[in-house]
């Protein structure tokens, strides 16, 4: 209960402080390096040294591949009995198929299962979404607008995104006995992951009512898959396959987590329809914590 009040304390303190005026506009982008260069680096060298890294782990890194591939031939077909234009199509595809497992799923599955969901939100989040993202996110971007990455572009933003650099090393310390101090000291660091992206996330909140009237048909499309459909197909599809219980909840509700901010960024980077990716996000956030309890009290 309480992990779940900093959630929506961390959210409303967000807004406040935009609405106060007092912080500069680049705040939530400062927050966010914060999360990136330290509290999620954190978490990982907390959890990642003493994983178990049997099929139970492994296979849920496989969601946002699939929830991405699925999503993106549902909007194919769909955008063309909607006629939904290019630019639209592209920022729909990739706010409505990559989850924000990190940002979003990892304060949440703290404050509905525990500390030890991280284990397999963590394999989730670095080999499934952040790959996805820079790969088939990237790919797609690009496809979309007139912008151009190479391979070798996107294969640097893999490998020296700090996450990543970290988790590689925390997959060779588990050949090290890693003292219980420097774990608890790595973890302490590691709640801060929570309270730091959530603020920024509230930070970022805006409604506007001209825009959600404009964009009704194609946002509704976007989030009734994002949050409703994907993760019932991942409760079903991975219930067939041999990953223990926890481990299935936890992609389960992972995979109902709201639209990535990182994704929308990259979408906007590249020209297509900011207008949704603004609402993709601003609305899918406040009702994706609303839905991921309820998932868990349907799923546990």
């Given at each position: 209960m309480l992990n779940f009040l900093i959630i929506v304390v961390s959210l409303v303190l967000g807004?406040?402080?935009?609405?106060?005026?007092?912080?500069?506009?680049?705040?939530?982008?400062?927050?966010?390096?914060?999360?990136?260069?330290?509290?999620?680096?954190?978490?990982?060298?907390?959890?990642?040294?003493?994983?178990?890294?049997?099929?139970?782990?492994?296979?849920?890194?496989?969601?946002p591949w699939f929830v991405f591939i699925v999503g993106f031939m549902v909007f194919w077909v769909a955008s063309r009995s909607m006629d939904i234009e290019k630019r639209t199509l592209g920022a729909l595809l990739l706010t409505g198929t990559l989850g924000n497992t990190s940002f979003v799923g990892f304060p949440m599955l703290r404050a509905l299962i525990g500390e030890e969901a991280l284990k397999t939100a963590i394999m989730i989040d670095q080999a499934g979404s952040f790959l996805v993202v820079s790969s088939?996110?990237?790919?797609?971007?690009?496809?979309?607008?007139?912008?151009?990455?190479?391979?070798?572009?996107?294969?640097?933003?893999?490998?020296?995104f700090p996450p990543f650099i970290v988790l590689i090393v925390a997959l060779l310390l588990r050949s090290v006995d890693v003292s219980d101090g420097i774990t608890s000291f790595f973890r302490t660091i590691s709640y801060s992951l929570g309270p730091a992206a959530l603020i920024a996330v509230g930070y970022q909140l805006?409604?506007?009512?001209?825009?959600?009237?404009?964009?009704?048909?194609?946002?509704?499309?976007?989030?009734?898959?994002?949050?409703l459909i994907a993760p019932a197909l991942v409760a079903f599809c991975y219930l067939l396959l041999a990953i223990e219980s926890q481990a299935w909840l936890v992609t389960s509700l992972e995979a109902a987590m709201p639209p990535m901010i990182t994704a929308a960024i990259i979408a906007n980077e590249h020209g297509l329809d900011e207008e949704l990716t603004s609402l993709m996000v601003g609305i899918g956030i406040p009702i994706s914590i609303a839905l991921v309890p309820l998932w868990w009290l349907l799923l546990r």
């Open positions: 807004v406040l402080l935009r609405k106060s005026g007092k912080l500069p506009d680049s705040t939530p982008n400062l927050l966010n390096r914060y999360v990136i260069w330290v509290a999620l680096p954190a978490a990982i060298l907390a959890t990642v040294p003493t994983l178990d890294l049997d099929s139970s782990h492994l296979i849920p890194a496989t969601m088939l996110g990237l790919i797609t971007a690009n496809v979309f607008s007139h912008h151009e990455t190479s391979i070798k572009e996107i294969l640097k933003r893999i490998v020296t805006r409604f506007n009512k001209a825009l959600l009237k404009k964009k009704s048909g194609v946002l509704t499309l976007g989030l009734t898959y994002k949050l």
